[in-house]
Protein backbone atom coordinates (compact mmCIF):
# COMPACT_ATOMS: atom_id res chain seq x y z
CA UNK A 1 0.00 0.00 0.00
CA UNK A 2 1.42 3.39 -0.70
CA UNK A 3 -0.22 6.26 1.15
CA UNK A 4 -0.52 9.74 -0.38
CA UNK A 5 0.33 12.50 1.46
CA UNK A 6 2.93 12.91 4.41
CA UNK A 7 3.17 9.31 4.42
CA UNK A 8 5.02 8.51 1.27
CA UNK A 9 8.13 9.50 -0.91
CA UNK A 10 8.53 11.37 -4.50
CA UNK A 11 7.01 14.76 -4.84
CA UNK A 12 4.96 14.24 -8.08
CA UNK A 13 1.14 14.92 -9.14
CA UNK A 14 -1.18 11.96 -9.72
CA UNK A 15 -4.02 12.88 -12.01
CA UNK A 16 -7.04 10.11 -12.73
CA UNK A 17 -10.35 11.21 -13.93
CA UNK A 18 -12.42 8.70 -11.78
CA UNK A 19 -12.59 8.79 -7.98
CA UNK A 20 -10.69 5.72 -6.86
CA UNK A 21 -12.99 3.01 -5.75
CA UNK A 22 -13.34 1.93 -2.10
CA UNK A 23 -10.29 0.16 -0.59
CA UNK A 24 -10.81 -3.42 0.40
CA UNK A 25 -11.47 -5.29 3.36
CA UNK A 26 -8.11 -6.74 4.75
CA UNK A 27 -7.90 -10.02 4.56
CA UNK A 28 -8.03 -12.23 7.46
CA UNK A 29 -5.46 -15.71 8.83
CA UNK A 30 -3.03 -15.78 11.28
CA UNK A 31 0.82 -14.86 10.42
CA UNK A 32 3.38 -12.71 12.19
CA UNK A 33 5.38 -9.42 10.86
CA UNK A 34 6.40 -9.35 7.31
CA UNK A 35 9.65 -8.68 7.15
CA UNK A 36 10.16 -5.82 4.27
CA UNK A 37 11.19 -7.30 0.57
CA UNK A 38 9.31 -10.68 1.35
CA UNK A 39 7.28 -11.00 -1.44
CA UNK A 40 4.80 -12.47 0.65
CA UNK A 41 2.62 -10.56 3.66
CA UNK A 42 -0.87 -9.48 4.87
CA UNK A 43 -3.22 -7.00 3.10
CA UNK A 44 -2.00 -5.15 -0.31
CA UNK A 45 -4.86 -2.77 -0.65
CA UNK A 46 -5.42 0.33 1.26
CA UNK A 47 -6.19 0.03 5.04
CA UNK A 48 -8.82 2.90 4.80
CA UNK A 49 -8.17 3.76 8.99
CA UNK A 50 -4.89 5.05 8.07
CA UNK A 51 -6.24 7.72 5.78
CA UNK A 52 -8.86 8.39 7.84
CA UNK A 53 -6.61 8.93 11.04
CA UNK A 54 -4.17 10.99 9.17
CA UNK A 55 -7.57 13.11 8.21
CA UNK A 56 -8.63 13.16 11.79
CA UNK A 57 -5.21 14.60 12.74
CA UNK A 58 -5.06 16.93 9.52
CA UNK A 59 -8.72 18.17 11.10
CA UNK A 60 -7.75 20.09 13.75
CA UNK A 61 -4.83 21.85 12.28
CA UNK A 62 -6.86 23.04 9.35
CA UNK A 63 -9.86 24.14 11.14
CA UNK A 64 -11.04 21.97 14.05
CA UNK A 65 -9.29 24.05 16.71
CA UNK A 66 -10.72 27.31 15.86
CA UNK A 67 -14.36 25.79 15.31
CA UNK A 68 -13.84 23.85 19.02
CA UNK A 69 -12.41 26.46 20.48
CA UNK A 70 -15.00 29.09 19.41
CA UNK A 71 -18.17 27.44 20.99
CA UNK A 72 -16.81 28.55 24.10
CA UNK A 73 -17.79 31.92 22.85
CA UNK A 74 -21.15 31.27 22.50
CA UNK A 75 -21.93 29.14 25.09
CA UNK A 76 -19.30 29.50 27.64
CA UNK A 77 -20.17 26.22 29.45
CA UNK A 78 -17.88 24.28 31.97
CA UNK A 79 -17.63 21.78 28.76
CA UNK A 80 -17.05 24.33 26.62
CA UNK A 81 -14.23 25.51 28.85
CA UNK A 82 -12.69 22.21 29.41
CA UNK A 83 -12.41 21.55 25.09
CA UNK A 84 -10.71 25.47 25.12
CA UNK A 85 -8.02 23.99 27.57
CA UNK A 86 -7.74 20.83 25.63
CA UNK A 87 -7.09 22.71 22.31
CA UNK A 88 -4.23 24.55 23.95
CA UNK A 89 -0.87 23.13 24.84
CA UNK A 90 0.68 23.04 28.38
CA UNK A 91 3.35 25.27 28.79
CA UNK A 92 6.17 22.89 29.87
CA UNK A 93 4.73 19.35 31.72
CA UNK A 94 2.22 17.70 30.89
CA UNK A 95 0.33 16.44 28.29
CA UNK A 96 -3.38 18.00 27.08
CA UNK A 97 -5.25 16.60 23.88
CA UNK A 98 -3.43 19.63 21.60
CA UNK A 99 0.19 18.25 22.67
CA UNK A 100 -1.41 14.81 20.41
CA UNK A 101 -1.50 16.47 17.28
CA UNK A 102 2.53 16.24 16.10
CA UNK A 103 3.21 12.86 18.04
CA UNK A 104 0.50 11.48 16.21
CA UNK A 105 2.00 13.13 12.65
CA UNK A 106 4.81 11.16 13.28
CA UNK A 107 3.28 7.79 14.25
CA UNK A 108 1.14 7.62 10.95
CA UNK A 109 4.67 7.87 9.34
CA UNK A 110 5.73 5.16 10.66
CA UNK A 111 2.42 3.10 10.05
CA UNK A 112 2.82 3.53 6.46
CA UNK A 113 6.09 2.60 6.21
CA UNK A 114 6.09 -0.94 6.41
CA UNK A 115 3.45 -1.04 3.88
CA UNK A 116 5.53 1.48 1.23
CA UNK A 117 8.60 -0.20 1.85
CA UNK A 118 7.82 -3.23 0.95
CA UNK A 119 5.59 -2.25 -1.96
CA UNK A 120 9.27 -1.13 -3.46
CA UNK A 121 10.86 -3.92 -2.85
CA UNK A 122 8.21 -5.93 -4.65
CA UNK A 123 8.73 -3.46 -8.00
CA UNK A 124 12.02 -4.49 -7.82
CA UNK A 125 14.13 -1.49 -5.97
CA UNK A 126 17.25 -2.28 -5.30
CA UNK A 127 18.04 -1.56 -1.68
CA UNK A 128 20.57 1.40 -2.78
CA UNK A 129 17.67 2.86 -4.54
CA UNK A 130 15.94 3.04 -1.64
CA UNK A 131 18.41 4.77 0.58
CA UNK A 132 18.18 7.37 -1.73
CA UNK A 133 14.68 7.90 -2.29
CA UNK A 134 14.82 8.15 1.83
CA UNK A 135 17.43 10.69 1.85
CA UNK A 136 15.98 12.66 -0.68
CA UNK A 137 12.39 12.47 0.24
CA UNK A 138 13.75 13.81 4.12
CA UNK A 139 15.35 16.73 2.73
CA UNK A 140 12.45 17.64 0.12
CA UNK A 141 9.94 17.57 4.02
CA UNK A 142 13.24 19.72 5.97
CA UNK A 143 13.13 22.34 2.68
CA UNK A 144 8.91 22.50 3.31
CA UNK A 145 9.30 22.62 7.11
CA UNK A 146 11.47 26.19 6.43
CA UNK A 147 9.61 26.95 3.88
CA UNK A 148 6.22 26.31 6.04
CA UNK A 149 7.62 28.04 9.63
CA UNK A 150 11.25 28.98 9.05
CA UNK A 151 10.84 32.12 7.17
CA UNK A 152 12.99 30.33 3.84
CA UNK A 153 10.15 32.33 1.34
CA UNK A 154 11.20 35.46 2.89
CA UNK A 155 14.63 35.27 1.53
CA UNK A 156 16.33 37.07 4.29
CA UNK A 157 18.93 34.82 5.62
CA UNK A 158 19.24 37.06 9.37
CA UNK A 159 15.44 35.88 9.51
CA UNK A 160 15.27 32.13 8.65
CA UNK A 161 14.73 29.54 11.55
CA UNK A 162 17.04 26.12 10.18
CA UNK A 163 14.72 23.61 12.46
CA UNK A 164 11.35 24.43 13.74
CA UNK A 165 8.70 22.52 12.03
CA UNK A 166 7.09 19.62 12.24
CA UNK A 167 7.84 18.32 8.51
CA UNK A 168 11.73 18.26 9.53
CA UNK A 169 10.69 16.07 12.75
CA UNK A 170 9.69 14.56 10.32
CA UNK A 171 12.32 14.34 8.35
CA UNK A 172 14.92 13.29 10.69
CA UNK A 173 12.47 10.89 12.55
CA UNK A 174 11.67 9.26 9.09
CA UNK A 175 15.52 8.78 8.25
CA UNK A 176 17.12 7.33 11.47
CA UNK A 177 13.40 5.37 11.80
CA UNK A 178 14.14 4.23 8.02
CA UNK A 179 17.83 3.29 9.00
CA UNK A 180 16.53 0.66 11.62
CA UNK A 181 13.85 -0.57 9.52
CA UNK A 182 16.37 -1.56 6.41
CA UNK A 183 18.65 -2.72 8.85
CA UNK A 184 16.66 -5.05 11.75
CA UNK A 185 14.29 -7.49 11.75
CA UNK A 186 10.94 -6.24 14.02
CA UNK A 187 12.14 -7.81 17.17
CA UNK A 188 15.75 -5.98 16.37
CA UNK A 189 13.83 -2.97 15.37
CA UNK A 190 11.77 -3.04 18.80
CA UNK A 191 15.00 -3.23 20.97
CA UNK A 192 16.66 -0.66 19.31
CA UNK A 193 13.86 1.57 19.99
CA UNK A 194 14.26 0.85 23.65
CA UNK A 195 17.72 1.93 23.33
CA UNK A 196 17.31 4.89 22.01
CA UNK A 197 14.79 6.07 24.55
CA UNK A 198 17.12 4.79 27.35
CA UNK A 199 19.95 6.68 25.81
CA UNK A 200 18.05 9.80 25.15
CA UNK A 201 16.85 9.74 28.95
CA UNK A 202 20.65 9.04 30.04
CA UNK A 203 22.40 12.29 28.26
CA UNK A 204 19.52 14.60 29.64
CA UNK A 205 19.83 12.76 32.81
CA UNK A 206 23.40 12.14 33.35
CA UNK A 207 25.52 14.61 31.20
CA UNK A 208 26.12 18.14 32.67
CA UNK A 209 24.98 21.34 30.99
CA UNK A 210 27.63 24.88 31.48
CA UNK A 211 26.25 26.78 33.96
CA UNK A 212 23.53 24.42 34.89
CA UNK A 213 24.63 21.36 35.93
CA UNK A 214 23.26 17.55 35.26
CA UNK A 215 20.11 16.62 35.49
CA UNK A 216 18.22 20.11 34.81
CA UNK A 217 14.74 19.71 32.50
CA UNK A 218 14.15 23.75 32.99
CA UNK A 219 13.39 25.65 29.43
CA UNK A 220 16.83 26.88 28.97
CA UNK A 221 18.82 24.58 31.56
CA UNK A 222 18.29 21.18 29.49
CA UNK A 223 20.98 19.36 27.39
CA UNK A 224 18.63 19.61 24.50
CA UNK A 225 18.34 23.36 24.34
CA UNK A 226 22.01 23.71 24.76
CA UNK A 227 22.68 21.90 21.93
CA UNK A 228 20.74 23.70 19.67
CA UNK A 229 21.65 27.55 20.94
CA UNK A 230 25.15 26.16 20.17
CA UNK A 231 24.59 24.41 16.75
CA UNK A 232 21.74 26.57 15.54
CA UNK A 233 22.73 29.50 17.14
CA UNK A 234 20.65 32.46 15.39
CA UNK A 235 19.21 30.84 13.22
CA UNK A 236 17.06 29.17 16.22
CA UNK A 237 13.22 29.69 15.88
CA UNK A 238 13.56 31.35 19.81
CA UNK A 239 11.02 29.09 21.30
CA UNK A 240 11.69 26.50 23.99
CA UNK A 241 11.18 23.64 21.71
CA UNK A 242 14.47 21.51 21.43
CA UNK A 243 15.02 19.46 17.92
CA UNK A 244 18.95 18.26 17.10
CA UNK A 245 18.88 16.16 20.39
CA UNK A 246 15.38 15.70 19.98
CA UNK A 247 15.71 14.10 16.84
CA UNK A 248 16.70 10.56 18.68
CA UNK A 249 13.01 10.59 20.55
CA UNK A 250 11.46 11.85 16.69
CA UNK A 251 13.04 8.57 15.49
CA UNK A 252 11.02 6.36 18.21
CA UNK A 253 7.77 8.45 17.84
CA UNK A 254 8.04 6.85 14.20
CA UNK A 255 9.29 3.66 15.37
CA UNK A 256 6.27 2.74 17.34
CA UNK A 257 4.08 3.62 14.33
CA UNK A 258 6.34 0.92 12.50
CA UNK A 259 5.44 -1.37 15.13
CA UNK A 260 1.71 -0.88 14.47
CA UNK A 261 2.18 -0.64 10.51
CA UNK A 262 4.58 -4.60 10.78
CA UNK A 263 1.32 -5.68 12.21
CA UNK A 264 -1.51 -4.41 10.31
CA UNK A 265 0.40 -5.83 7.52
CA UNK A 266 0.53 -9.58 9.04
CA UNK A 267 -1.95 -11.75 8.18
CA UNK A 268 -3.79 -12.04 11.29
CA UNK A 269 -7.34 -11.86 11.68
CA UNK A 270 -8.76 -8.14 12.27
CA UNK A 271 -9.84 -8.89 15.51
CA UNK A 272 -6.14 -9.85 16.59
CA UNK A 273 -4.74 -6.70 15.12
CA UNK A 274 -7.46 -5.09 17.06
CA UNK A 275 -6.41 -6.60 20.55
CA UNK A 276 -3.02 -6.12 20.12
CA UNK A 277 -2.80 -2.40 19.11
CA UNK A 278 -5.09 -1.66 22.63
CA UNK A 279 -2.61 -4.21 24.57
CA UNK A 280 0.32 -2.49 22.95
CA UNK A 281 -1.57 1.16 23.48
CA UNK A 282 -2.14 0.41 27.07
CA UNK A 283 1.28 -0.66 27.90
CA UNK A 284 2.83 2.40 25.99
CA UNK A 285 0.28 4.57 28.21
CA UNK A 286 1.41 2.76 31.57
CA UNK A 287 5.30 3.36 30.91
CA UNK A 288 5.47 6.29 30.01
CA UNK A 289 2.78 7.51 33.00
CA UNK A 290 5.13 5.47 35.05
CA UNK A 291 8.60 7.11 33.66
CA UNK A 292 6.92 10.40 34.11
CA UNK A 293 6.41 10.19 37.71
CA UNK A 294 2.79 10.32 37.69
CA UNK A 295 2.63 7.53 40.11
CA UNK A 296 3.51 9.05 43.36
CA UNK A 297 4.57 5.53 44.99
CA UNK A 298 6.47 4.35 41.94
CA UNK A 299 9.32 7.67 43.66
CA UNK A 300 9.86 5.62 46.59
CA UNK A 301 11.26 2.98 44.84
CA UNK A 302 12.42 4.35 41.01
CA UNK A 303 14.79 7.79 40.73
CA UNK A 304 14.53 7.19 37.08
CA UNK A 305 11.33 9.85 36.61
CA UNK A 306 11.50 11.93 33.09
CA UNK A 307 8.65 13.46 33.03
CA UNK A 308 6.12 14.16 30.17
CA UNK A 309 7.42 17.16 28.58
CA UNK A 310 6.78 17.70 24.62
CA UNK A 311 9.25 20.55 23.80
CA UNK A 312 11.75 18.19 25.35
CA UNK A 313 10.15 15.20 23.78
CA UNK A 314 11.31 13.42 26.08
CA UNK A 315 11.26 9.84 26.51
CA UNK A 316 8.38 9.58 28.70
CA UNK A 317 6.16 11.75 26.19
CA UNK A 318 7.14 9.25 23.67
CA UNK A 319 5.68 6.46 25.28
CA UNK A 320 2.10 8.53 26.22
CA UNK A 321 1.74 9.96 22.89
CA UNK A 322 2.67 6.80 21.57
CA UNK A 323 -0.08 4.62 23.53
CA UNK A 324 -2.83 7.65 23.14
CA UNK A 325 -1.82 7.32 18.95
CA UNK A 326 -2.13 2.86 19.24
CA UNK A 327 -5.32 3.46 20.48
CA UNK A 328 -6.90 5.92 18.33
CA UNK A 329 -5.53 3.31 15.69
CA UNK A 330 -7.49 0.61 16.94
CA UNK A 331 -10.88 2.32 17.12
CA UNK A 332 -10.45 2.93 13.83
CA UNK A 333 -9.06 0.06 12.48
CA UNK A 334 -11.96 -1.48 14.34
CA UNK A 335 -14.96 0.80 12.99
CA UNK A 336 -13.36 1.51 9.23
CA UNK A 337 -12.01 -1.93 8.24
CA UNK A 338 -12.62 -4.47 10.71
CA UNK A 339 -16.79 -3.63 10.90
CA UNK A 340 -16.67 -1.72 7.86
CA UNK A 341 -18.66 1.47 9.23
CA UNK A 342 -16.90 3.92 6.68
CA UNK A 343 -19.56 6.19 5.19
CA UNK A 344 -18.95 8.48 8.37
CA UNK A 345 -14.90 8.45 7.76
CA UNK A 346 -15.33 9.84 4.41
CA UNK A 347 -14.39 13.72 4.94
CA UNK A 348 -11.48 12.49 7.04
CA UNK A 349 -10.47 9.91 3.95
CA UNK A 350 -10.56 13.22 1.60
CA UNK A 351 -8.27 15.45 4.27
CA UNK A 352 -5.84 12.10 4.93
CA UNK A 353 -5.20 11.75 1.27
CA UNK A 354 -3.66 15.23 0.78
CA UNK A 355 -2.41 15.73 3.96
CA UNK A 356 1.00 17.31 2.70
CA UNK A 357 -0.93 19.45 -0.10
CA UNK A 358 -3.70 20.95 2.43
CA UNK A 359 -0.71 20.70 6.17
CA UNK A 360 1.34 23.43 3.36
CA UNK A 361 -1.66 25.51 2.31
CA UNK A 362 -2.91 26.32 5.49
CA UNK A 363 0.59 27.32 6.50
CA UNK A 364 1.71 29.39 3.31
CA UNK A 365 -2.51 30.77 2.52
CA UNK A 366 -4.96 32.61 4.86
CA UNK A 367 -8.52 30.32 3.23
CA UNK A 368 -10.37 32.62 6.39
CA UNK A 369 -10.23 35.48 3.96
CA UNK A 370 -11.83 33.76 0.92
CA UNK A 371 -14.57 32.42 3.67
CA UNK A 372 -15.05 36.60 4.84
CA UNK A 373 -15.48 37.62 1.16
CA UNK A 374 -18.36 35.45 1.22
CA UNK A 375 -19.66 35.43 5.02
CA UNK A 376 -18.12 39.08 6.39
CA UNK A 377 -21.72 41.06 5.42
CA UNK A 378 -23.14 38.48 8.12
CA UNK A 379 -21.22 39.30 11.15
CA UNK A 380 -23.78 42.36 12.15
CA UNK A 381 -26.24 39.25 12.28
CA UNK A 382 -24.48 36.77 14.04
CA UNK A 383 -23.30 37.88 17.69
CA UNK A 384 -21.40 35.62 20.00
CA UNK A 385 -21.74 33.22 16.35
CA UNK A 386 -19.30 35.23 14.67
CA UNK A 387 -16.37 33.35 15.03
CA UNK A 388 -17.82 29.88 14.66
CA UNK A 389 -19.37 31.07 11.24
CA UNK A 390 -16.04 31.98 10.20
CA UNK A 391 -14.25 29.02 11.17
CA UNK A 392 -16.50 26.15 9.84
CA UNK A 393 -16.37 29.11 6.37
CA UNK A 394 -12.57 28.73 6.28
CA UNK A 395 -12.60 24.78 7.24
CA UNK A 396 -15.42 24.45 4.04
CA UNK A 397 -12.84 26.23 1.83
CA UNK A 398 -10.05 24.04 2.39
CA UNK A 399 -12.49 21.34 2.51
CA UNK A 400 -14.39 21.52 -0.38
CA UNK A 401 -10.61 22.05 -2.48
CA UNK A 402 -9.35 19.15 -1.13
CA UNK A 403 -12.50 17.19 -2.05
CA UNK A 404 -12.16 18.15 -5.89
CA UNK A 405 -8.97 17.12 -6.00
CA UNK A 406 -10.04 13.89 -4.44
CA UNK A 407 -12.60 13.94 -7.16
CA UNK A 408 -9.92 14.35 -9.94
CA UNK A 409 -7.68 11.61 -8.27
CA UNK A 410 -4.87 14.64 -7.58
CA UNK A 411 -2.65 13.27 -4.78
CA UNK A 412 0.42 15.23 -4.36
CA UNK A 413 2.65 12.89 -2.93
CA UNK A 414 5.95 13.15 -1.11
Not at 77 to 101: C, M, N, Y
Not at 223 to 251: C, E, H, K, N, P
Not at 279 to 290: N, S
Amino acid sequence: METPGISNIGVHLETKPEPPPPPPAPPGGQGTSVSIGQPRGGPRGRVMSIDALRGFDMFWIIGGHAIFTSLHDIFNHPATAWIKTQLTHVKWEGFRSEDLIMPLFLFIVGVVMPFSFDKRFRRGHTRGRLYLHIVVRSLILFVLGMAAQGHLLMYDLSKIHFYCNTLQAIAAGYLIASLILLNFKPVGQALVTAALLLVFWALMVWVPVPGHGAGVLTPDGNLAMYIDVQVLGDYRDGTTYTWILSSITFACTVMLGTMAGHLLHSERTGAAKVLWLMAVGIACLVLGMMWGGWFPYIKDVWRGEFPIIKHLWTSSFVLFAGGVSYLLLAVFYLVIDVWRFRRWAFPLVVIGMNAIAVYMATQLFNFGQIANIFLGGLDRFMGPWTGFVHAVGAFAVVWLILWWMYRKRTFIKI
